[in-house]
């Protein structure tokens, strides 16, 4: 089985700009959560979608932002960048949402933001 | 509350001993404790995880000791190999509109050295 796929893996943007970032999860997975990952702040978490709903949503500003397909697959978008959204963005996938559901992270797209 | 502690932030060990990182957590709504690892340029991979209703878990050459009343976790990885030098995140759950929010800890960078 093909693991959780994240494109693209290495993204330089400039401020100002917005960007797309895409997730496929694992066939079969519904679930899929998105974090940023970061030296300073570690992992933190984003949001969650099945089943195109947003379940879950972290604690990060209205300009982070995402969605689910009827394929489970997933984009998040970031508008008006700023230096700070600079991290390595890590997408995982899940059978199903629930409690003790295995997450299985992508490779992750590094975004650098100039 | 949803923060997660964890220490050593760094860890050096020679090949054959103890490994041992803890974390620490303050919401007793928290249900779900895994541990990830995570090698440069990859994604985290889970590695064991453990519910608050166990007080051990044993998996391999992987330990997770768990202490409700404490609301503490520890990982303990026995007969460390080089090939464990990687970072180790703890991290804990809880189950909330049918789907999760997982707080990690900030990382403890492990190099076993051979």
């Known amino acids: 089985k093909a693991g959780v796929t994240q494109t693209p893996r290495y993204l330089i943007k400039t401020r100002g700009q917005q960007v797309t970032l895409s997730c496929s999860p694992i066939s079969g997975h519904r679930s899929v959560s998105w974090y940023q990952q970061t030296p300073g702040q570690g992992l933190q978490f984003l949001f969650e979608y099945f089943s195109e709903t947003q379940r879950n949503k972290g604690n990060f500003p209205g300009r982070f932002s995402g969605r689910q397909f009827s394929n489970s697959r997933s984009e998040m978008n970031v508008s008006t960048l700023e230096l700070g959204d600079s991290a390595l963005y890590l997408c995982a996938s899940s059978f199903i949402a629930g409690s003790y559901n295995e997450q299985f992270f992508g490779p992750g797209t590094r975004l650098t933001v100039l | 509350q949803q923060q997660v502690k964890q220490s050593p932030q760094s860890l050096i060990v020679q090949k054959g001993g103890i490994s041992i990182i803890n974390c620490a957590y303050e919401?007793?709504?928290?249900?779900?404790f895994p541990w990830y690892q995570q090698f440069p340029g990859k994604g985290p991979a889970l590695l064991i995880a453990i519910r608050p209703d166990v007080s051990e878990k044993k998996e391999g050459r992987f330990t997770i000791s768990f202490n409700k009343s404490a609301k503490q976790f520890s990982l303990h990885i026995m007969d460390s190999q080089p090939g464990d030098s990687a970072t180790y995140f703890c991290?804990?759950?809880?189950?909330?509109?049918?789907?999760?929010?997982?707080?990690f800890g900030p990382g403890t960078r492990l190099s076993v050295l051979p």
């Open positions: 991290a804990a759950s809880m189950t909330r509109n049918y789907g999760q929010n997982f707080v």
């Open positions: 919401n007793t709504a928290f249900d779900y």
